[in-house]
């Protein structure tokens, strides 16, 4: 009874086209292969056969996210991950994760974590090496 009343209040949407779909698997599987490199859309759209601008379309309404911030949001995790693990400096960090520079590898950690990386470093490696006797890895 109830869904009688409430089924014409609904409004249907279209399934996503299943080229749209592939093209979002096509460019995640891309980016999570390659975000340590060098990538712009304009390179992926060229490597996928589409324009930059309809890439860009398809990554927004599907992922609900930019490019720049799906692919950032990588290299911090990567980053994250390296800062807690290895005594790599900030600089072999940032490069390791696919930043170009070092202070956008600040800028962007920041950002996303309100704190430094090497602030991130020192909260997290306290815990981590007291748990592990004092021993550190060298490199990733």
């Known amino acids: 009874m109830i869904l009688a009343h409430v089924l014409p209040e609904l409004s249907l949407e279209p399934a996503p086209e299943p080229k749209a779909m592939d093209l979002t698997s ?3 599987r891309y980016i999570m292969r390659n975000f340590r490199q060098p990538l712009s859309l304009e390179h992926i759209a060229k490597e996928l056969g589409v ?3 309809h890439l ?3 990554f927004s309404a599907r992922l609900h996210t930019s490019f720049r911030e799906y692919v950032n ?3 911090l995790d990567c980053a994250r991950d390296l800062l807690a693990a290895t005594e790599l400096s900030m600089l072999e960090v ?3 994760s696919g930043f170009d520079s070092l202070r956008t590898f600040n800028r962007v950690f920041q950002e996303r974590f309100r704190q430094t990386p090497s602030q991130y470093r020192k909260s997290r490696t306290g815990a981590l090496w007291g748990a592990q006797d004092g021993q550190r890895r060298k490199g990733a």
């Open 94 to 96: 940032s490069m390791e």
């Open 73 to 75: 949001a990588l290299r």
């Open 56 to 58: 860009s379309h398809v």
């Open 51 to 53: 324009s930059k601008y």
């Open 26 to 28: 096509s460019v995640v």
